[in-house]
Nanobody
Framework: QVQLVESGGGLVQTGGSRRLSCTIS????????LAWYSQTPGKQRELIAT???????EYSDSVKGRFTISRNDAEKSGGLQMNKLTPDDTAKYYC???????????????WGQGTQVTVSS
């Protein structure tokens, strides 16, 4: 059973930093794709950062230059370094990962339960 657990959320002041982690449990061969989404009440989940199997990254305009996504296949984890935070970054952040259970097999997508980040002004 593959599960994703996010951690690192909390309260931070404007201009501060926060690092979110995404830990994958269960037997997997490798992570093929990792992404972070943000969601505020009443709105759809928004894709903010992705990292692919070749370590190429993409960011939404709202976080480009401030957030950095990372992955660690050996530790089966991913991260999101968030800098220069503003109240507009207040949201619940979700990790999404596509993983291969075995070498050459299909990739399957999984979501974490989310972690809340609140930025005070």
């Amino acid at each position: 059973q593959v599960q994703l657990v996010e951690s690192g959320g909390g309260l931070v002041q404007t201009g501060g930093s926060r690092r979110l982690s995404c830990t994958i449990s269960g037997n997997i061969f490798r992570i093929t794709h990792l992404a972070w989404y943000s969601q505020t009440p009443g709105k759809q989940r928004e894709l903010i950062a992705t990292i692919s199997s070749d370590d190429s990254t993409e960011y939404s305009d709202s976080v480009k230059g401030r957030f950095t996504i990372s992955r660690n296949d050996a530790e089966k984890s991913g991260g999101l370094q968030m800098n220069k935070l503003t109240p507009d970054d207040t949201a619940k952040y979700y990790c999404y990962a596509k993983v291969q259970i075995r070498n050459g097999g299909l990739s399957y997508g999984y979501w974490g339960q989310g972690t809340q980040v609140t930025v005070s002004s």
